[in-house]
């Protein structure tokens, strides 16, 4: 991580102008980091300041310590259809003795297409990725293009967590014999923990661990480890819920949003054996990635939740210790859709614009030329990453 910032700062490109604002009552300086991008999906960080970005088109995109942009081949088989594609990618902490990357992805299915994980291996010069297993791909196989659901969390233990979505299919988030609407989990190796709450009981896929969403396409660890995630509702009644073993979130069952048609959904907003959300949204945000920040440069945040919207110009912030209410709405008039939010290692919120096909960082307006957390700041007028395939 000793040269994360001060490498990508080196790439010979049009300067890009920042943009300095307050959030929470800090000045911050909002800079463009990677540009030209297509339909960026999520971006993940790895040692040695060098930085992994999908593209819903099914391009994975390595940018290594000397600057340099490559396409990463060996990918697997990627179906780019409506919301589905290459998806998210996350970075396990062991990173750097297995160097394993996992990948989720809409992949062709028998009678449609499922929301899937892969694993591969990434070279020593991130140029292509090497014994590409899938260990996970939901069933039943379903027809249409939207809630692919699809992020994936490292969990403290080493298990593996990913979210799907309905498919469109409302009442398969409800059924247990398929991975519809689920947060799934699942070991390393594919293989499903002993300890997953439907493991023999029959009827149900021993994977899930949670069911009852509609489309969670943000998640992420709070500081004690706890299983996070936001979710699309309908019209109105965005959720962010916390996750627990076995429990019922109640979609399409009970909800805080009505149907597009403006029809009420379901039973109402309440129901015996059902969770209720830590925080709804209403009217509707569209929300993306989720962040549980560490409080590493801006103590006052610590532990506060950053969610993105794709609805809007804003990340949401979060605060879980005033009566879990929304604090903020940070807008950056530089997006219209913020598709993913993440903590860097050096403490800087990092953010995908999906409709300006960009990567910005978020850093204190007051940072100094020394190095936070191994990784320097760019200077105020930073390099952008231009694509170089």
Known sequence: MLRFALILSLILATPAPSAERSAGGFPVVVEKMVDDLRVPWSIAFLPGCELLITERVGNLLHIGQDGRRSRVAGVPDVHARGQGGLLDVAVPRDFAATRQVLLSHARRQRGGTGTALSVGRLAADGGALTGVKLLFEMAPGSDGGRHFGSRVVEAIDGRIFMTTGDRGDRPSAQDLSGHNG?????????????????????????????????????????????????????????????????????????????????????????????????????????????????????????????????????????DPLDGFREVERIRFPETRRVRDVREAPDGTIWFLSEDRGSAYRIVPADAGPEPVGGCRFLSRHGEVLKRRQ
């Open 182 to 318: 689920k947060v799934i989990r699942i070991n390393r190796d594919g293989s499903v923990p002993d300890d997953n709450p439907f493991v023999g009981i029959a009827g149900s896929r021993p994977e899930i661990w949670s069911f009852g969403h509609r489309n969670p396409q943000g998640a992420g660890l709070d500081l004690e480890g706890r299983l996070w995630i936001s979710e699309h509702g309908a019209r109105g009644g965005d959720e962010i819920n916390r996750i627990e073993a076995g429990r019922n979130y109640g979609w399409p069952v009970i909800s805080y949003g009505v149907h597009y048609s403006g029809r009420k959904i379901g039973e109402g907003v309440a129901m015996e054996g059902m969770e209720q959300p830590s925080f709804h949204w209403d009217p509707s945000i569209a929300p993306s990635g989720l962040l549980v920040y560490s409080g590493r440069l801006w103590n006052e945040w610590r532990g506060h939740l950053f969610v993105g919207s794709l609805k809007s110009d804003f990340i949401s912030r979060i």
